[in-house]
């Protein structure tokens, strides 16, 4: 699995969008794009992901490079329960298990 | 979506003894379960991949012996934390994969199980 880098930490305010980038310069072609994300002592909870396609669901909003190097997770409106750590994972679809890095501590304050 | 549930959700046991933690998944089957190990502000550490009916695959520098998993059905899998130590002691959380979801090929993680060896 290609390797991902993502800031340590971010702040938000509540109410405003937050965006977490992801660095993934040495994707695969056939490798997708997944963020994951672990409120404290809870296991992940999946957000989104794609390929090469910008992805919106309910939650959140992918946005992913022409060169697909990179890509970044949006949160329209970031809520105080939106605190967590967030995941950037790239794998192949059909790998199953996922490696997980250091991923980014978003707080999001009043 | 797809629920992954584990039992129990924590544990505290005396070194030495076993320790058995369940993973279920709910409303699916799941022919591969993975189990992960976070220690305290750490990210996840992938242990081993299960495979139902078959041997578990561990990644490199995991005590198969010590770390003893049974996926005998496509909905549980269960991971043995035998003679445990206090070094044991983490958040073991399992995932399962979803092949016939909507969604393709997914993986749904598990409310983890806080384990404390004393």
């Known amino acids: 699995d290609a390797k991902t880098t993502q800031p340590t930490s971010m702040d938000c305010a509540e109410g405003r969008a937050a965006n977490l980038p992801c660095n993934h310069s040495?994707?695969?072609?056939?490798?997708?794009v997944y963020w994951y994300r672990q409120i404290h002592s809870q296991g992940p909870q999946y957000i989104i992901h794609?390929?090469?396609n910008n992805e919106t669901n309910e939650m959140a909003s992918l946005i992913i490079t022409e060169d697909r190097k990179s890509s970044t997770l949006i949160l329209p409106h970031a809520t105080l329960r939106d605190t967590a750590v967030y995941y950037c994972?790239?794998?192949?679809?059909?790998?199953?298990?996922?490696?997980f890095g250091d991923g980014t501590t978003l707080t999001v304050k009043p | 979506g797809a629920v992954v549930s584990q039992h129990p959700s924590w544990v505290i046991c005396k070194s030495g003894t076993s320790v058995k933690i369940e993973c279920r998944s709910l409303?699916?089957?799941?022919?591969?379960m993975f189990w992960y190990r976070q220690f305290p502000k750490q990210s996840l550490m992938l242990m081993a991949t299960?495979?139902?009916?078959?041997?578990?695959?561990?990644e490199q520098g995991v005590e198969k012996d010590k770390f003893l998993i049974n996926h005998a059905s496509l909905t549980l899998s269960t991971l043995t934390v035998t003679s445990a130590h206090p070094e044991d002691s983490s958040f073991y959380i399992c995932?399962?994969?979803?092949?016939?979801?909507?969604?393709?090929?997914?993986?749904?993680f598990g409310p983890g199980t806080r384990l404390t060896v004393t």
């Open positions: 995932s399962a994969r979803d092949l016939e979801g909507t969604g393709g090929d997914e993986q749904y």
């Open positions: 040495t994707i695969s072609g056939n490798e997708y």
């Open positions: 794609g390929l090469k």
């Open positions: 994972i790239v794998r192949v679809r059909d790998a199953g298990k996922s490696t």
């Open positions: 409303d699916f089957q799941a022919t591969t």
């Open positions: 299960s495979n139902e009916g078959s041997k578990a695959t561990y």
